[in-house]
């Protein structure tokens, strides 16, 4: 059973900083996600990766595989980025569902 | 762009009722699922369905709860008994492929009072 942990929980910058958010997971996955929640409680896919880095406007995600883990970074943070940024992975093995990590809050202040 | 729609947003229903949450999943996807997050909890799978059935299912997902693709549109989660701990937001997802982006919906907001 794979066991997602994600730092820091929460988390508050100034608008213009650079924020990295991490995810760490137990076992070998298929896929990794990076999702988006707003307060109303919906949720946004950012991005689906299982190897290298991936890049969406002000949003970078990274892999390694070998260290099971995985980063999210975005540059020039403004308010409109305040959501909890959650991580999920897909087991090896032709698992279909998600484990989700629990989250980390942003909150990014003018 | 295409979306995943879920109604209603918010359902209120008394303990011991009867409750069915629709889902319409994006038209071409093959692959559907139901996930729930608790108030304050990480979001939890309960159950995967493709070719008219259940592919997987958690421990979650007992006789109370079952899944539906009445027709070629929507796809829904009944929950035969309601208990207080049902409370909880209920995601509907879909996917074209099993290992390829899963596209999530606003979510129902189920209240068991």
């Known amino acids: 059973k794979n066991e997602v942990e994600q730092s820091p929980q929460n988390l508050t910058a100034q608008e213009g900083e650079f924020i990295t958010i991490n995810c760490s997971y137990s076992?070998?996955?298929?896929?990794l996600h990076w999702l988006q929640q707003h307060p109303g409680g919906g949720i946004v896919s950012l991005f689906m990766l299982s190897s290298g880095k991936k890049k969406h406007g002000r949003l970078i995600a990274t892999i390694n595989i070998q260290e099971k883990h995985s980063s999210l970074h975005i540059t020039a943070s403004h308010p409109r980025d305040s959501a909890v940024y959650i991580c999920a992975v897909r087991d090896q093995g032709g698992s279909e569902k998600l484990v989700f990590g629990k989250g980390t809050k942003l909150t990014v202040n003018p | 762009e295409p979306e995943v729609t879920q109604t209603p947003s918010h359902q209120v229903t008394q303990m011991g009722q009867e409750v069915i949450l629709r889902c319409v999943p994006i038209?071409?996807?093959?692959?559907f699922y139901w996930y729930r997050q608790i108030l304050g909890q990480k979001v939890e799978f309960l159950v995967s369905?493709?070719?008219?059935?259940?592919?997987?299912k958690s421990e979650i997902f007992d006789d109370q709860f079952s899944v539906e693709r009445p027709d070629g549109s929507n796809f829904t989660l009944k929950i035969r008994s309601t208990k207080l701990e049902d409370s909880a937001m209920y995601f509907c997802a879909s996917s074209n492929l099993v290992n390829t982006e899963a596209f999530f919906g606003q979510g129902t907001r189920l209240t068991v009072v």
């Open positions: 076992v070998g996955i298929s896929a």
């Open positions: 038209s071409n996807h093959l692959y």
């Open positions: 369905f493709y070719n008219n059935e259940i592919s997987e």
